[in-house]
C-alpha cells in the first residue's frame, strides 16, 4: 500500500466538486478546479519571508501584473508529498473575488509569514 493510502490523503484522481459547484454559481465565466490546477499558467510564488527576499524585491513586484485586474484569487500553501507516486498536493486556504492586488496585499500585510505562499 502506498504512503498517501495509508495516511488516508489519495493524491491520486482528486475530486473538485465543491470548487466546481461554487465556480458555477458565482463566476461569469467558470473555470473547473482540473482546469485551474493543471492547465492555467496563473500561478505565481510569493517570497513573502524576508530571510528569503532577494535585495528590495519584495512580494508587490509580483503583483503588479495584477494592477486593475479582477477576478477570482485563490491563495494556497504547500501541504503535502507522495514520495510513491512523485506528487505535492497544495491546500487552498482562501479563495476570494475582487481586485487581487488590493487583496492579495492586504492578506499578506495581516498574515505576514504566515501568508501562504502561491496565489
Known sequence: MTKCIEQDFPCQNQEYDAFD???????????SAHELVNESAFCAELPVDDELRIGNITYKLYLKFLRGQTGLYHLWVDYDACDD???????????????????????????????????
Open 85 to 119: 507516486h512523485g506528487n505535492y498536493t497544495m491546500l487552498c486556504v482562501y479563495v476570494g473575488k475582487g481586485f487581487a492586488e488590493l487583496r492579495v496585499d492586504s492578506h499578506v500585510r495581516k498574515n505576514g509569514r504566515r501568508m501562504p505562499s502561491y496565489t
Open 21 to 31: 459547484q461554487i465556480a458555477l454559481l458565482e463566476l461569469s465565466q467558470p473555470i
